[in-house]
């Protein structure tokens, strides 16, 4: 142990465990060292100017309740302590998800955490996430069970307004509700943890106690700067675990956006970036992996207390969603360019329009369409004499 007071101790006491037994010592040996000669520990160290700020996590820095220090300082009676069936005795709810598809749960209550690599499209998977949820009675990723409408509130840190702009026009356009009055977004700068986001965000769930899900775009955003000295493990659990007690406190599902690492072999969870302590810290991790320039994806969710699952997605481009489960596809390029019309539409075509955008002969159009209905399966309807719609 270095000399207590020196700036080698305060250095080596900020890479301890608070609680920990080596920390309750270092607290002694500091006490000792300042004059208090019970052995026991006095008031939290002072740190030198340039060290690492007081602990993101809101708790005493002396690890110990109320401020107070030393073994005999716990009682049993300050824990909850139960046998195990009077825990079963309790009517304690089962988890709700939020979203489901194909009765699994897709979107977990709590706080998740959903990484993927740059560019591939998080935000617009986490944009669609929010306008079901905070519509009266959307779907989610065009098929997906929305389980809790509510408010949501998304942090995009990441875009830029003109960005969100046109991802939400595209994305409401065929909606005949349009958009969600219940959807709030905020761009530009927002605190850390521990500068005032947690109390930030605490305040807009006792100001909207209908909020379903605040969204972090992305995670980073929110994190201290590091000084480089203390254990990557602490800091990074340290820097989540409070956002997922606001969600516990609030009863309001989170979802911070993140990024995958370049490790792409062994377990999935290894893929995120960061030590274990940020997943550790969530009750949720979700993996959106994609290869780049395809459309296909596959989200793989991991929650803590619900069993694994993983959705095929494939991304529209036309309306900027995400889809989940297999989508048909035309089988010919003719039929696709007819296909790719139809649903560019803004309502209903008339065949002979069809024809016209494709150059074909309406009769020729007219079997194209046949064949995307019976033999492709594609979702398009006719709706009255001549005319076409896709669905």
Same mark, same amino acid.
């Not at 980073?220 to 989540?240: A, C, I, K, M, W």
């Not at 949720?284 to 993983?310: C, F, H, Q, W, Y």
């Given at each position: 142990?270095?000399?207590?007071?020196?700036?080698?101790?305060y250095?080596?006491?900020?890479?301890?465990?608070?609680g920990?037994?080596q920390?309750?010592k270092?607290?002694?040996?500091?006490?000792?060292?300042?004059?208090?000669?019970d052995?026991?520990?006095?008031?939290?160290?002072?740190k030198p100017?340039?060290?690492?700020?007081?602990?993101?996590?809101?708790?005493?820095?002396?690890?110990?309740?109320?401020?107070?220090?030393?073994?005999?300082?716990?009682?049993?009676?300050?824990?909850?302590?139960?046998?195990?069936?009077?825990?079963?005795?309790?009517?304690?709810?089962?988890?709700?998800?939020?979203?489901?598809?194909?009765?699994?749960?897709?979107?977990?209550?709590?706080?998740?955490?959903?990484?993927?690599?740059?560019?591939?499209? $998080?935000?617009?998977?986490?944009?669609?996430?929010?306008?079901?949820?905070?519509?009266?009675?959307?779907?989610?990723?065009?098929?997906a069970?929305?389980?809790?409408?509510?408010?949501?509130?998304?942090?995009?840190?990441?875009?830029?307004?003109?960005?969100?702009?046109?991802?939400?026009q595209?994305?409401?356009?065929?909606?005949?509700?349009?958009?969600?009055?219940?959807?709030?977004?905020?761009?530009?700068?927002?605190?850390?943890?521990g500068?005032?986001a947690?109390?930030?965000?605490?305040?807009?769930?006792t100001?909207?106690?209908?909020?379903?899900?605040?969204?972090?775009?992305?995670?980073?955003?929110l994190?201290?700067?590091?000084?480089?000295?203390?254990?990557?493990?602490?800091?990074?659990?340290?820097?989540?675990?409070?956002?997922?007690?606001l969600?516990?406190?609030?009863?309001?599902?989170?979802?911070?956006?993140?990024?995958l690492?370049?490790?792409?072999?062994?377990?999935?969870?290894?893929?995120?970036?960061? +030590?274990t302590?940020?997943?550790?810290?969530?009750?949720?991790?979700?993996?959106?992996?994609?290869?780049?320039?395809?459309?296909?994806?596959?989200?793989?969710?991991?929650p803590?207390?619900?069993?694994?699952?993983?959705?095929?997605?494939?991304?529209?481009?036309?309306?900027?969603?995400?889809?989940?489960?297999?989508?048909?596809?035309?089988?010919t390029?003719?039929r696709?360019?007819?296909?790719?019309?139809?649903?560019?539409?803004?309502?209903?075509?008339?065949l $002979?329009?069809?024809? +016209?955008?494709?150059?074909?002969?309406?009769?020729?159009?007219?079997?194209?369409?046949?064949?995307?209905k019976?033999?492709?399966?594609?979702?398009?309807e $006719?709706?009255?004499?001549?005319?076409?719609?896709?669905?």
């Amino acid at each position: 142990m270095p000399t207590p007071g020196s700036e080698e101790f305060y250095q080596w006491f900020e890479s301890l465990e608070p609680g920990t037994p080596q920390y309750r010592k270092a607290l002694r040996a500091l006490a000792e060292a300042n004059g208090g000669g019970d052995g026991q520990a006095g008031p939290p160290p002072r740190k030198p100017a340039d060290s690492h700020p007081a602990s993101w996590y809101e708790r005493d820095p002396t690890g110990y309740p109320d401020g107070e220090s030393g073994d005999d300082e716990f009682d049993l009676e300050d824990f909850q302590i139960e046998s195990v069936p009077e825990l079963l005795s309790k009517d304690i709810r089962p988890p709700e998800p939020l979203i489901t598809y194909d009765g699994r749960s897709l979107l977990h209550e709590g706080t998740s955490q959903l990484a993927a690599k740059p560019k591939i499209g $998080k935000t617009n998977l986490v944009m669609n996430f929010g306008l079901a949820i905070a519509s009266e009675s959307g779907r989610a990723l065009g098929k997906a069970e929305v389980q809790r409408h509510g408010r949501v509130l998304m942090l995009n840190l990441d875009g830029s307004r003109r960005g969100s702009y046109d991802r939400f026009q595209t994305m409401t356009a065929n909606d005949p509700d349009g958009a969600p009055e219940r959807f709030d977004i905020l761009h530009g700068a927002f605190p850390e943890v521990g500068d005032g986001a947690l109390d930030l965000l605490g305040d807009y769930c006792t100001e909207y106690p209908e909020t379903e899900l605040i969204i972090v775009d992305t995670l980073q955003h929110l994190r201290p700067t590091s000084d480089g000295r203390r254990n990557v493990y602490h800091e990074d659990y340290e820097f989540v675990h409070p956002i997922a007690e606001l969600g516990r406190k609030t009863d309001t599902s989170i979802l911070l956006v993140h990024h995958l690492n370049k490790i792409q072999n062994g377990d999935q969870l290894d893929k995120v970036s960061g +030590s274990t302590g940020l997943t550790g810290a969530v009750e949720n991790v979700m993996i959106l992996d994609r290869a780049r320039g395809e459309t296909k994806a596959e989200l793989s969710v991991r929650p803590r207390e619900d069993r694994e699952e993983d959705f095929d997605l494939e991304f529209d481009g036309q309306v900027q969603t995400w889809i989940v489960g297999d989508q048909p596809t035309p089988s010919t390029p003719e039929r696709e360019e007819v296909w790719n019309v139809l649903r560019s539409a803004d309502g209903p075509m008339r065949l $002979k329009d069809i024809a +016209s955008a494709v150059g074909k002969k309406s009769n020729t159009v007219s079997k194209l369409l046949d064949g995307l209905k019976t033999t492709d399966d594609m979702p398009l309807e $006719k709706v009255g004499r001549g005319k076409y719609e896709a669905l």
